[in-house]
């Protein structure tokens, strides 16, 4: 992309725009929440609705001149209604985090107990962490997966009925498997609280039929626009039939904890893309794009188990996997990984032994290769690609001493820098993207 106003005004800006879209074009994006959007997304994201202010909802702002912006809001609604299967969707939220902030606000008081997944099992920040503002407002009260992966739905059910909370989370961002929508629901009924579902990392693998759409269980569904959904950085916040039964009034509680309880006016722009995607959506080719996430998935995890790196859970059944390195070895893989051109992000495991800073496996996801159009055979590569970087590094340890771990780190990236065996393995990836380009070459 030329990106000529911004060559004019902005050189240095220009210059480095480039590099990015040059880093992006010649390596491997595998961080599951990410992925490439269509030129049209890119298109309504840029446009001129960034200059105008739309503070309330169609039909009922605080400014004028948003009779087209009242349109464009609720086509994106209507459109994630349809394909959700919702009565009440709210497009406004700016990401996934304010949009989980907002149900807070609607459907609990402060001090009142909430339940979601432990982070370091895979579960969001905004599910109770002890850092997030929903631990420091909120009592929250972290659940588990087993040793073999898969969620303790029995430990899940005790501590409902032991701390009776308010709100219940079922979602999470380093899960392998399928989200059990019908045995949270029965535990949530079980104790009268709210269910919410976040489904910002399988949104679009509900649109497309290869993962239960959780509309019939929960009360409350969230996701961002920008993982599967292949959408602009975004957030909505829908009300299912369901939940509407349990209060008819939460429709209103989420637009009010939104504006004016969280923010101020929306991203114009972003709803305008997050309606190009919602459209793109509905198309039939999206469901096989879904389908091929999955099976893109699902042959890499294979493939990986095949040249004796340890998955956890033994594979997946959406679009990401988690990789066992070696104890706090996540970080080295990450950085070895991106020196050949293949990004993914370091992650906790179950029952990591180290640190989140530090911690002993990568996650890796298949929406953006898949994307650009890659298929098995190329999952088979980027298998033997990790498997050979992974045993390219394991002569490396971090020290135990966390004052010694940065310097060792520095010192890593600099001997990795000259191994000719990674210099090899980039040309290698570099190969492979040219083969698939995102962008370049596209009409």
């Keep these: 992309m030329p990106y000529n106003e911004i060559r004019k005004t902005d050189p240095e800006l220009h210059h480095l725009l480039c590099l990015e879209a040059e880093r992006q074009e010649d390596g491997l994006e595998l961080i599951p929440s990410e992925n490439i959007v269509s030129k049209a997304v890119l298109e309504a994201n840029g446009s001129i609705l960034t200059n105008k202010y739309s503070e309330g909802y169609p039909g009922a702002r605080y400014y004028g001149g948003n009779v087209f912006i009242d349109e464009i809001e609720s086509l994106a609604r209507n ?63 972290g659940y588990h997966v ?17 701390h009776k909370p308010k709100l219940i989370w079922i979602g999470a961002t380093a899960y392998p498997r399928a989200l059990p929508f019908r045995e949270f629901s029965q535990i949530a009924e079980s104790v009268g609280a709210y269910l919410a579902a976040d489904i910002s990392h399988v949104a679009g693998l509900i649109v497309a039929g290869v993962h239960e759409s959780p509309e019939q269980y929960v009360h409350i569904i969230t996701t961002t626009t920008h993982k599967t959904l292949r959408g602009p950085r975004g957030g909505i916040i829908m009300v299912t039939e369901k939940g509407v039964r349990k209060d008819q009034d939460l429709p209103k509680k989420i637009d009010k904890a939104i ?48 040249s004796g790196l340890d998955i956890v859970s033994g594979g997946t059944d959406n679009h990401l996997l988690l990789v066992r390195c070696g104890k706090s070895r996540g970080i080295l893989m990450e950085k070895a990984l991106d020196h050949i051109g293949i990004t993914v992000n370091k992650n906790t495991v179950p029952k990591d032994p180290s640190s989140a800073f530090y911690p002993s496996g990568i996650r890796v996801g298949t929406p953006s290769v898949t994307t650009r159009g890659m298929k098995v055979p190329e999952m088979r590569k980027i298998a033997k690609w990790i498997a050979l970087v992974l045993s390219e590094i394991s002569p490396w340890h971090l020290p135990e001493r966390v004052s010694e771990i940065p310097k060792y780190i520095q010192r890593f990236e600099e001997e990795i820098s000259k191994n000719q065996r990674m210099e090899t393995l980039r040309k290698e990836v570099r190969l492979l993207c040219r083969q698939f380009p995102s962008y370049k070459n596209k009409k």
């Design 259 to 306: 504006i004016p309880g969280l923010q101020g006016g929306p991203h114009n722009h972003q709803t305008a893309a997050i309606a190009v995607a919602l459209q793109e959506a509905m198309q039939p080719g999206f469901r096989n794009y879904g389908k091929q996430i999955v099976k893109n998935a699902q042959a890499l995890a294979k493939f990986m188990i095949q």
């Design 146 to 162: 087993k040793e073999d992966g898969y969620l303790d739905v029995d430990e899940v059910e005790q501590l409902a009925r032991t």
């Design 79 to 141: 459109r994630a209604k349809k394909i959700f299967h919702v009565p009440y969707a709210n497009v406004q939220p700016y990401s996934g985090s304010p949009a989980n902030l907002a149900v807070y606000v609607a459907t609990c008081e402060t001090g009142n107990t909430v339940m979601g997944q432990y982070l370091f099992d895979g579960g969001h920040l905004t599910h109770g962490w002890k850092y997030n503002a929903s631990s420091k407002f909120f009592h929250t009260i």
